[in-house]
């Protein structure tokens, strides 16, 4: 195609320009709406914690176990690093050793700290 001052531009040229602009910006929209959050767990409970997930809000879709090989000692505490919120706050889900679970809602994009305790609502599944 020849436009008016003469020069060319192929069209396929500006087809794949277009849609790598395209990819571009959902890359960018997309990492900006996913922040690192950290997310300190201190144990004053009499129970190990053993496993530590990360959930949406309002779903089930749980993240892989965040402590790995590692537990929470009563009376210990560790932090949980660098997972990443796509929304204002995550669900942080607790396992203790008998298997019972515990929640909290945490800000998205900042470092909190989580208490448990023996007072602490556990979800026993009965």
């Not at 144990?43 to 914690?49: M, T």
């Not at 590692?70 to 050793?97: H, M, P, R, W, Y």
Request: net charge negative; proline share 2%; glycine share 6%.
């Amino acid at each position: 195609m020849r436009i008016a001052d003469g020069s060319r531009h192929p069209r396929g040229f500006v087809i794949v320009c277009l849609a790598l602009t395209a990819l571009a910006s959902l890359s960018l929209a997309a990492s900006a709406h996913s922040s690192p959050t950290s997310v300190n767990v201190v144990n004053n409970s009499s129970r190990e914690i053993r496993n530590i997930y990360v959930s949406h809000v309002n779903a089930d879709d749980w993240s892989n176990d965040l402590l790995g090989e590692s537990t929470i000692s009563a009376n210990q505490s560790a932090t949980v690093n660098g997972f990443l919120c796509d929304q204002e706050q995550v669900k942080v889900i607790a396992e203790d050793q008998d298997g019972c679970f515990l929640s909290t809602i945490v800000a998205c994009g900042s470092t909190s700290s989580w208490t448990i305790s023996n007072d602490t609502a556990r979800d026993c599944g009965y």
